[in-house]
């Protein structure tokens, strides 16, 4: 416990520091740095909160005890007794809760994100459900308060989408949403089915970090940039002007487009954000892929391709392959009902984290 506090006393040294920085007018004058040090200021808040609330109950406890050793009196002995009980438990939990304040965050977690659902197989069925998908997720995103835009669209035959990729903005998203990357299975009769038979399908999800600038550095010279005649929903401007961008990263054949806007410069600039993070996302994979190889984690793996879910429409079940979760809750799901699934997890990878730090100090 005494490398703990002495790790603790840092972190309270560093958030101290911290706080007198963001009141220096030269350091708010910069604006990147200010935006920096203020969301690390904020990031360490609650672990010097629970460090000081720690410290309290162990100079509480400390206290009572050399009371209960001076004292005589057989009621005075035992309120000082129950006070030394209540005070073990406080600092056991917040032993606990300090452990899990210190597990290391995803760097990423407080991204926006550009999520992508694309049809897998089942045809038209697999469109279908990647427009039940989106609808459950843009639910899900107007319970957390968060905005979402539309980029690019490639809409179903029989309804739904082949492809569809979004913008999304608020807070923490890439954390609460980072899980969702993977296949997604359906089992259910299609609207398209005649005899009444259950089938199955499937559609992937992408969640990709939202890149800045500052994360991915694009030499334009490297950037093929085609237009077109942008297709589908848009009115009639879609038959005459070529608006619709597509942009291919020459070095790492990774390729964005966006038609959704009138602008081809709207376009373009869409374009250019998706691209920055597809390839942005492949760093991620890697290191996501690095940490699942030193923890066997079963949660996140960076492997795109590995089913993660199904929703079993028949039975109302919605099982998360990843984590042994199932739950009968599956039309509150579709409604975006998701946090209960989120949660869960968020808690199964914290505790590899948790698990792998004791590991580590073993």
């Known amino acids: 416990m005494d490398n703990l506090i002495a790790k603790l006393q840092r972190i309270v040294d560093k958030y101290e520091e911290i706080g007198k920085q ?4 030269d350091v708010i004058a910069n604006q990147k740095r200010y935006v920096q040090l203020s969301k690390e200021y904020k990031e360490l808040e609650d672990i ?27 009621e005075f002995k035992q309120m000082a007794e129950e006070e030394i009980k209540s005070l073990q438990d406080q600092k056991v939990q917040l032993e606990d809760d300090i452990k899990w304040l210190l597990i290391p965050k995803d760097p990423d977690d407080t991204k926006n994100i550009i ?25 899900f995103f107007d319970i957390k308060g968060w905005r979402h835009e539309v980029l690019n669209v490639n809409e179903g035959t029989a309804g739904g989408y082949k492809e569809i990729s979004f913008l999304v903005e608020g807070e923490n998203v890439y954390g609460n949403m980072k899980f969702e990357s993977g296949v997604h299975r359906v089992q259910r009769v299609p609207a398209t089915e005649t005899q009444g038979r259950v089938h199955t399908s499937a559609a992937t999800v992408a969640v990709l970090p939202e890149a800045e600038e500052v994360d991915v550095e694009i030499n334009m010279a490297d950037v093929r940039r085609d237009t077109y005649r942008a297709s589908g929903a848009g009115g009639q401007h879609v038959n ?7 942009l291919t990263h020459i070095p790492t054949g990774v390729v964005a487009e966006c038609q959704e806007e009138r602008s081809q410069f709207k376009n ?35 492997d795109r391709s590995a089913k993660i879910r199904t929703y079993n429409f028949p039975q109302g079940r919605c099982t998360d392959h990843r984590i042994g979760l199932t739950l009968y809750n599956l039309d509150a799901i579709m409604k975006g009902d998701l946090q209960g699934v989120v949660d869960a997890l968020k ?16």
Request: proline share 2%; aromatic share 6%.
């Open 240 to 246: 005459k002007t070529e608006s619709a961008v597509r």
């Open 268 to 302: 373009f600039d869409k374009a250019l954000k998706m691209l920055r993070s597809r390839i942005y996302e492949a760093e991620v994979i890697k290191r996501e892929q690095a940490r699942a190889a030193e923890r066997k984690s079963q949660v996140s793996t960076g």
């Open 115 to 139: 999520m992508e659902i694309r049809g897998g197989t089942g045809g038209d069925e697999a469109a279908i459900f990647a427009g039940d998908l989106y609808e459950m997720y843009i639910r």
């Open 22 to 25: 963001i009141v220096d007018p």
């Open 48 to 74: 010097v909160v629970a460090f000081r609330q720690y410290k309290g109950v162990v100079d509480n406890l400390q206290n009572s005890k050399a009371m209960l050793a001076t004292e005589t009196d057989p």
């Open 347 to 362: 808690m199964a990878e914290n505790a590899e984290k948790l698990q792998a730090g004791i590991n580590n100090e073993l």
